[in-house]
């Protein structure tokens, strides 16, 4: 094991220890919590489930990616935006924005340390720099997006169920998402060194922020290479593992 990784592992293991034996019975649960903008998003992959209807093969994606930032606020609402979607002109982002989703976050984590929003709004629009032929308007609609929460993971990942409509062509589509943005935050890669969470200092490599525990590797699929580097040779810091992507 890395040694930075054991020296983590030590003081998270002196803590559990000295919770045992304090205690904390009348503790409050941590709350569900999201990753902020501040950290770019939250990259996500797009697989499509079972075929594309009929008219549909050469417009719908077997996969891509893209990249939404949430935001939350009072009585657990959260918004979302794709960052492929710019404000129309004369839209200021308000909760009647078409480029806005919103949905109803859980108040604390399940046994699992799971938070989910149930639904969020359809949001969408022209998205001119998407890599596709010519402009297209896509609408999202998230289902059960699942993020892995408590004081260790935060909410730094999260799965679900989104319905992405192309022009006319609707796909569902599983999804499997990664904060902070390894393409936002962190960066291309051209190999594992960039996804390091503790980072090599002497050779000018800082520490990537992304959690320790997390099975990540400098990835090249097509889907990043397309929708997000534009570069066969450059990757992202991204899941190896299904969610919730632990080693």
Same mark, same amino acid.
């Given at each position: 094991?890395?040694?930075?990784?054991?020296?983590?592992?030590?003081?998270?293991?002196?803590?559990?220890?000295?919770?045992?034996?304090?205690?904390?019975?009348?503790?409050?649960?941590?709350?569900?919590?999201?990753?902020?903008?501040?950290?770019?998003?939250?990259?996500?992959?797009?697989?499509?489930?079972?075929?594309?209807?009929?008219?549909?093969?050469?417009?719908?994606?077997?996969?891509?990616?893209?990249?939404?930032?949430?935001?939350?606020?009072?009585?657990?609402?959260?918004?979302?935006?794709? /960052? #492929?979607?710019?404000? $129309?002109? @004369? &839209?200021?982002?308000?909760?009647?924005? *078409?480029?806005?989703? +919103?949905?109803?976050?859980?108040?604390?984590?399940?046994?699992?340390?799971?938070?989910?929003?149930?639904?969020?709004?359809?949001?969408?629009?022209?998205?001119?720099?998407?890599?596709?032929?010519?402009?297209?308007?896509?609408?999202?609609?998230?289902?059960?997006?699942?993020?892995?929460?408590?004081?260790?993971?935060?909410?730094?990942?999260?799965?679900?169920?989104?319905?992405?409509?192309?022009?006319?062509?609707?796909?569902?589509?599983?999804?499997?998402?990664?904060?902070?943005?390894?393409?936002?935050?962190?960066?291309?890669?051209?190999? /594992? #060194?960039?996804?390091? $969470?503790? @980072? &090599?200092?002497?050779?000018?490599?800082? *520490?990537?922020?992304? +959690?320790?525990?997390?099975?990540?590797?400098?990835?090249?699929?097509?889907?990043?290479?397309?929708?997000?580097?534009?570069?066969?040779?450059?990757?992202?810091?991204?899941?190896?593992?299904?969610?919730?992507?632990?080693?």
């Amino acid at each position: 094991m890395h040694s930075r990784a054991s020296g983590l592992h030590a003081v998270l293991l002196a803590a559990v220890s000295l919770v045992a034996l304090t205690g904390c019975p009348d503790a409050a649960p941590a709350p569900c919590l999201i990753q902020r903008p501040f950290l770019q998003g939250y990259t996500i992959k797009f697989t499509l489930e079972g075929t594309p209807p009929a008219g549909c093969e050469d417009v719908l994606p077997s996969t891509f990616a893209d990249n939404w930032r949430f935001d939350g606020f009072d009585a657990h609402q959260i918004w979302v935006k794709s /960052d #492929s979607i710019p404000y $129309p002109p @004369g &839209d200021e982002g308000g909760p009647n924005s *078409a480029v806005l989703g +919103n949905g109803t976050f859980d108040e604390v984590p399940d046994a699992d340390n799971i938070c989910t929003i149930a639904e969020m709004t359809s949001f969408g629009g022209e998205a001119p720099e998407f890599p596709v032929l010519g402009t297209t308007n896509i609408t999202y609609h998230p289902t059960n997006l699942r993020f892995l929460d408590g004081a260790r993971y935060q909410g730094s990942t999260f799965e679900g169920t989104v319905e992405a409509t192309f022009g006319t062509c609707t796909g569902t589509y599983s999804v499997q998402a990664l904060s902070p943005s390894p393409i936002g935050f962190i960066g291309p890669c051209e190999d /594992d #060194s960039l996804c390091d $969470p503790f @980072g &090599d200092p002497a050779q000018g490599i800082l *520490a990537s922020g992304l +959690n320790p525990d997390y099975a990540i590797a400098c990835v090249k699929e097509e889907w990043v290479t397309t929708y997000l580097t534009g570069d066969s040779e450059l990757g992202i810091c991204f899941f190896t593992k299904p969610f919730p992507g632990l080693k």
